[in-house]
Nanobody, 126 residues
């Protein structure tokens, strides 16, 4: 069992930056792939970024590529999402997720992730 707790959300102006953190507890987090998803009001949850268990392999949604960076520190059992050049359309609840996966593997589909955090609100004002 893995428990995930997100933090770092808040209100920021367009063009600003935020760094989200996802702290894991429970089983050895370093053996899990991790990802960030988001859900805006009235919209379906969508993939944002993912990372394999070692941090060697990452993937991004086209909408955030070049602006967001996912990383992890397995010694701290934490995954990060650095968000730069934020836009109003980035406003959403951001969720951290984890799944057991192979060495270079991460997933972009939410149903492949077994563990989820409670979410953190990100609001970008224009």
């Amino acid at each position: 069992q893995v428990q995930l707790v997100e933090s770092g959300g808040g209100l920021v102006q367009a063009g600003g930056s935020l760094r989200l953190s996802c702290a894991a507890s429970g089983r050895t987090f370093s053996s899990y792939a991790a990802a960030w998803f988001r859900q805006a009001p009235g919209k379906e949850r969508e993939f944002v970024a993912a990372i394999n268990w070692s941090g060697a392999s990452t993937g991004y949604a086209d909408s955030v590529k070049g602006r967001f960076t996912i990383s992890r520190d397995n010694a701290k059992n934490t995954v990060y999402l650095q968000m730069n050049s934020l836009k109003p359309e980035d406003t959403a609840v951001y969720y951290c997720a984890a799944a057991q996966a192979g060495y270079y593997t991460y997933y972009t589909q939410d149903y492949k992730y077994s563990y989820w955090g409670q979410g953190t609100q990100v609001t970008v004002s224009s």
